[in-house]
């Protein structure tokens, strides 16, 4: 069964960087494609990337390009965000997912990490 770890995240100034880290454990994992999502206090779950991960290509949410950035492992099956010029409203918790299929349901997810963003 495939779990997936966080790491990463944390509090920091406005302008700053982070990372997170999501990985996986499992024997057989060979997922379509890896994610990101996001929550704020009091708002809906929202899309912030996603990654093949055959091919490494990077879907960014519109709203974010030019700040944040997908990559990939496979070797050590990690999935990584990094994420740039951080504003106050990038606060939430961060959610990575992963897929097994174009069609299918994002299915498998991690805990979560909490971002904070200080002003």
């Known amino acids: 069964q495939v779990q997936l770890v966080q790491s990463g995240g944390g509090l920091v100034q406005a302008g700053g960087s982070l990372t997170l880290s999501c990985q996986a454990s499992g024997r057989a994992f060979r997922p379509y494609a890896m994610g990101w999502f996001r929550q704020a206090p009091g708002q809906e779950r929202e899309f912030v990337g996603a990654?093949?991960?055959?091919?490494?290509?990077?879907d960014i949410s519109e709203s974010l390009k030019g700040r944040f950035a997908i990559s990939r492992d496979k070797l050590s099956k990690t999935m990584n965000l990094r994420m740039n010029s951080l504003k106050p409203e990038d606060t939430g918790i961060y959610y990575c997912?992963?897929?097994?299929?174009?069609?299918?349901?994002?299915?498998?997810w991690g805990q979560g990490t909490q971002v904070t963003v200080s002003s």
């Open positions: 990654i093949s991960w055959g091919y490494g290509s990077t």
């Open positions: 997912t992963s897929r097994d299929g174009v069609v299918t349901q994002w299915s498998v």
